[in-house]
């Protein structure tokens, strides 16, 4: 699965790593060789109740990795 982000969140909730940590994603930003990138699959451009569970968990692990990590929301 190559979906151009490191990170995919199924509307079931099923994360699925894409890209390795250190592979570049994200190719229409700037910032795409020092940011990690996840994807909620969403018609609504809205999280679902199964993604709003998983997310957390999923960001509070890569922030343990990277300490000086920021959380940036993109929702284009």
Known sequence: MDAGVHYFIDDDGTIHVARKDDAVAGWEYTDNETSLYILAQSN???LNSCQKF????????LKKKYKDAKVVERTE
């Open 54 to 61: 998983v997310l957390p968990g999923l960001l509070e692990s």
């Open 44 to 46: 609504t451009n809205k």
